[in-house]
């Protein structure tokens, strides 16, 4: 069973910073490409960052190019992302995915396993 667990969210003011860990478990993502998404209320679920199975090749959302930052450590099954110079507009659920992609490539759509959520909330 495919597991991905996030952590490190919580409330910070604009200007602070976080990072969000996910763990994976359940089979080898060592080929997979791993992304970060987002959901605010009300709102529909946004790409923020995609990487590589290598961690080569990444993509970022305008909104966070600059300041959010996508890594990962395959031998320990995690992808981070490092959040700098947070904005109240920042705010949301923010989940992670994997999906197979053995060709270098940070995908913006088409994750196939998700996990739960972490809550970030980023007071003015």
């Known amino acids: 069973q495919v597991q991905l667990v996030e952590s490190g969210g919580g409330l910070v003011q604009a200007g602070g910073s976080l990072r969000l860990s996910c763990a994976a478990s359940g089979r080898t993502f060592t080929r997979d490409a791993m992304g970060w998404f987002r959901q605010a209320p009300g709102k529909e679920r946004e790409f923020v960052a995609g990487?590589?199975?290598?961690?080569?090749?990444?993509s970022y959302a305008d909104s966070v190019k600059g300041r959010f930052t996508i890594s990962r450590d395959n031998a320990k099954n995690t992808v981070f992302l490092q959040m700098n110079s947070l904005k109240p507009e920042d705010t949301a659920v923010y989940s992670c995915?994997?999906?197979?992609?053995?060709?270098?490539?940070?995908?913006?759509?088409?994750?196939?396993?998700w996990g739960q959520g972490t809550q970030v909330t980023v007071s003015s």
């Open positions: 990487i590589s199975w290598s961690g080569s090749v990444k």
């Open positions: 995915a994997t999906t197979p992609a053995p060709t270098l490539v940070a995908p913006r759509t088409g994750y196939r396993y």
